[in-house]
């Protein structure tokens, strides 16, 4: 067993480059996971200003300046986000808050529907599958209330929080597209000279998380807006608070738009009932999500992410498990990063191979001129 790991090391981490590779990925998750909440701003203004790069190198390209492009694309930053803070989050605040205290009549109202349901199909559910449920939902409601108890309690701090991500955040983010080649400089004096495997992985990571991200965007901003469109033109309470949840749902594959099932469903049944409105609330909510699975994202990421279905699964499962929420979140960059690191890792292996063949061709040849002379 020992000889064996000895071998399968000696094989995959014989390469200088591999090494490098592998410590840097393993520095980048202990810093993750040992003070990933102390650097939490600094991670999210990387992510904003990485996604603004693309904005500011696109106006670099027309010949503007790189400090007069950074002013340009952060000002809009700026006045996006100040529009977003003050005219949407307040609506949003406000349809939640409502939402909230409505909450424990939607149950009501649900429970008294699932009451009927031995009544009405008694070949397919019992009273004793009802009771189970009922007290199961019994169960999830005290939890739920616990939940936003101590979210009151804890929401001074969360106010702070949030001053401080208001303050540094933008901050950081302006320094960051300002000093990009600066810091980058600084950063790569600290790092091995054997790093071209890396580098060569960060340039594939580069591109694919690039292409995600803005496809992620333009995706999020569609769906959201589509969504809002037709809750508003139903009359659909809450329209702007669950179009923003059908939006951000399309950060995670296939589980999002399964679980904003739940509220939209919720929320249409409280309303309106199981009749009509109801039915044709589902139906164009099934609708969107088919255009976008089958129409908007492959328009969008034709040229971007190329993983398979279960690949996304595995890693939302996988990530998420070890990082909850933000494991979730990231779950889609992390596979392109795992999926970079393997090709790389073999496309390097495979070329080092062909390189040691055409090093023993070249001496056995010369050993052969030698014989014959």
């Not at 409601?141 to 804890?154: R, V």
């Amino acid at each position: 067993m020992n000889s064996i790991f000895t071998r399968w090391f000696q094989r995959n981490f014989s390469s200088p480059a591999t090494v490098v590779l592998t410590m840097l990925i393993i520095v980048g998750l202990f810093v993750i996971l040992t003070v990933g909440d102390i650097l939490a701003p600094i991670l999210w203004a990387l992510v904003i200003a990485y996604l603004l790069e693309w904005a500011v190198s696109s106006l670099q390209k027309h010949k503007v300046g790189r400090l007069s492009s950074v002013l340009i694309v952060f000002s809009g930053f700026i006045g996006i986000s100040i529009v977003i803070f003050l005219g949407l989050i307040p609506i949003i605040w406000k349809q939640g808050t409502r939402l909230i205290t409505e909450l424990p009549n939607i149950m009501l109202k649900l429970k008294e529907q699932v009451l009927e349901l031995p009544d009405k199909y008694p070949n397919f559910v019992t009273t004793e599958q009802v009771d189970a449920f009922i007290t199961s939902l019994n169960t999830e409601l005290g939890s739920m209330g616990e939940a936003i108890l101590t979210a009151s309690f804890s929401s001074l701090m969360s106010v702070a929080s949030l001053l401080v991500y208001i303050v540094l955040v933008p901050l950081l983010v302006f320094f960051f597209l300002k000093d990009r080649q600066i810091i980058f400089g600084w950063c790569s004096q600290w790092l091995p000279k054997e790093r071209h495997l890396a580098e060569s992985v960060w340039s594939e990571v580069n591109r694919q998380i690039g292409n995600y991200i803005r496809g992620k965007v333009l995706e999020i901003i569609i769906v959201g807006v589509a969504s809002y469109i037709a809750f508003a033109i139903m009359g659909l309470n809450y329209a702007l608070l669950l179009a923003v949840c059908v939006g951000l749902s399309v950060l995670i594959p296939y589980v999002g738009a399964a679980l904003v099932t739940i509220p939209v469903a919720l929320i249409g049944f409280f309303q309106w009932g199981l009749g009509q409105d109801f039915y044709i609330l589902m139906a164009v909510y099934l609708i969107i999500q088919i255009l976008d699975g089958n129409v908007l994202v492959p328009l969008i990421f034709s040229e971007a992410v190329n993983l398979h279905p279960v690949a996304i699964i595995g890693a939302i499962l996988l990530f998420g498990g070890l990082w909850g929420f933000w494991g979730v979140f990231f779950a889609i960059p992390l596979a392109i990063l795992v999926n970079a690191t393997l090709s790389a890792v073999k496309e390097h292996k495979e070329y080092q191979s062909e390189h040691d063949d055409s090093k023993a061709d070249e001496t056995l040849a010369i050993e052969q001129h030698v014989d014959a002379d």
